[in-house]
């Protein structure tokens, strides 16, 4: 099946920079999430960006989408140690079942 | 507390063995979805229930089985357990259309020994 890729495999930055994560898919798609996870955790919903969307702000992310280039990018601004986590992309792959396919993931550590 | 709730924890056994996970999902959510997750697979879909009904499949072997109960909670039935079966299990649910996206629970780490 389809999946989302996540780019780079690991980000290592110091508190207070930005960290940007890219996801590129292959099919089209009604929308797009990214989610966290702490190690050995579940994951945690952090935003999802439909088809007809091209950029939306949580907090401190913003993920933009341009499904022109499959691609979408979560910017997280002013990282905290808090943020060390995985971060994966998914996409329904244009279903409308509900399920979800999953990148491998962004390690991101941020050092204090 | 994320409202799904897996239970065990974490689970022992021994190759040959069989096994039953257990979720129970968040309030109101009509749909279940397994996933199993290991370093070198990533998060692999394996079954999606609404409403007491499989709405897809995905790469779930015939080994595994899952059903989801009138009360919305589910099970993942695994048997004949291999060591590669060892992995992160998890369920998330999701409302009716799932446009909120998913809630998951905290797993079950399998450990087939």
């Known amino acids: 099946s389809q999946q989302g890729e996540e780019d780079p495999q690991a980000l290592s930055i110091q508190e207070g920079e930005n960290a940007t994560m890219n996801c590129s898919y292959k099919t089209s798609i009604n929308n797009l999430q990214w989610y966290r996870q702490n190690s050995g955790r579940g994951l945690v919903h952090l935003i999802l960006i439909r088809s007809n969307e091209r950029e939306k702000h949580s907090g401190r992310l913003r993920v933009t989408l341009d499904t022109s280039k499959k691609s979408s990018s979560l910017l997280i601004t002013a990282s905290r140690a808090a943020d060390t986590a995985s971060y994966f992309c998914?996409?329904?792959?244009?279903?409308?079942?509900?399920?979800?396919?999953f990148g491998r993931g962004t390690q991101l550590t941020v050092w204090p | 507390d994320s409202g799904v709730t897996q239970t065990p924890k974490h689970l022992i056994t021994a190759t040959g063995q069989r096994v039953t996970l257990r979720c129970s999902p968040r309030s109101g959510d009509l749909s279940v979805y397994w996933y199993q997750q290991s370093l070198d697979q990533g998060l692999q879909f394996l079954i999606q229930y609404y409403n007491g009904e499989e709405r897809a499949k995905g790469n779930i072997l015939e080994r595994f089985s899952a059903q989801q109960f009138p009360d919305l909670h589910s099970e993942l039935n695994l048997s004949s357990l291999e060591l590669g079966d060892s992995a992160l299990y998890f369920c998330?649910?999701?409302?009716?259309?799932?446009?909120?996206?998913?809630?998951f629970g905290s797993g079950t780490r399998l450990t087939v020994v």
């Open positions: 998330a649910s999701s409302d009716r259309r799932g446009g909120g996206g998913y809630t």
């Open positions: 998914a996409t329904d792959e244009g279903s409308t079942l509900g399920r979800l396919y």
